[in-house]
């Protein structure tokens, strides 16, 4: 079946830095890719998304881009912030609306 | 602003009992969702319901099940709670249709311990 495999964490980073959680998928068609973000003490939320091959979706700073011929969606950032210290999760979608998910990677920020 | 209310942040019930969650959301949404979230584990589905009535099981059905009596509130009951239920557990709502992906809105989880 279709699965989400995203890099190990906890990632701990200063700020300013660059960021990048790698986000892999296996999928027979053609999935929509999301990445979520959980801030401590809430559910999740969507940060960015892409329906299609070379799309790149953005948010608050973040990008990812599909990319069909490594079958990847990695996260990145130019330089975080604290206040982006959260657990990511990628996922992907495909037919019914049933998301799957990968482990999750915890990231802090440190000042 | 879309809002998914779970009843409870933390529950702590003994093995055996009768476990329910609630979850209700207030933008007249088709579907709803109950994952629960374990590290290392990500979220899994448990079961998702398309309509009021209607439920289908998700990836790990076992020892749960769900009730969907009106649109808008979405149940999930573990019938004899077990240790290994010990969890977060997420409750999620998006419109309906089969078109284009909808965006899943999740509650803030309610952390269950089963001791």
């Known amino acids: 079946g279709d699965s989400v495999t995203q890099m190990e964490g906890p990632v701990t980073l200063s700020e300013e830095a660059f960021l990048t959680i790698n986000c892999t998928y296996t999928?027979?068609?053609?999935?929509?890719l999301f990445w979520y973000v959980q801030y401590p003490g809430e559910g999740l939320q969507l940060l960015l998304k892409a329906t299609k091959a070379d799309d790149k979706g953005s948010n608050k700073g973040f990008e990812a881009t599909y990319r069909k011929e490594t079958t990847s969606f990695h996260l990145e950032k130019g330089s975080v912030q604290v206040s982006d210290s959260a657990v990511y999760f990628c996922a992907l979608i495909q037919g019914a609306q049933k998301l799957v998910f990968g482990q999750g990677t915890r990231l802090t920020i440190n000042p | 602003d879309v809002k998914v209310t779970q009843s409870s942040r933390y529950l702590v019930k003994r093995t055996g009992e009768k476990v329910f969650l609630e979850c209700v959301q207030d933008m007249d949404h088709e579907n709803m969702f109950w994952y629960r979230q374990d590290p290392g584990l990500g979220l899994r589905l448990i079961y998702f319901?398309?309509?009021?009535?209607?439920?289908e099981k998700g990836d790990i059905p076992e020892g749960y099940s769900v009730s969907r009596e009106k649109k808008e509130r979405f149940s999930l009951i573990l019938e004899s709670a077990s240790t290994n239920q010990t969890s977060m557990y997420l409750c999620?709502?998006?419109?309906?249709?089969?078109?284009?992906?909808?965006?899943?809105?999740f509650g803030p989880g309610t952390r269950l311990t089963v001791t």
């Open positions: 999620a709502s998006s419109p309906g249709g089969s078109g284009p992906f909808y965006e899943q809105y």
């Open positions: 319901s398309y309509d009021v009535k209607m439920k």
């Open positions: 999928a027979t068609g053609y999935p929509s």
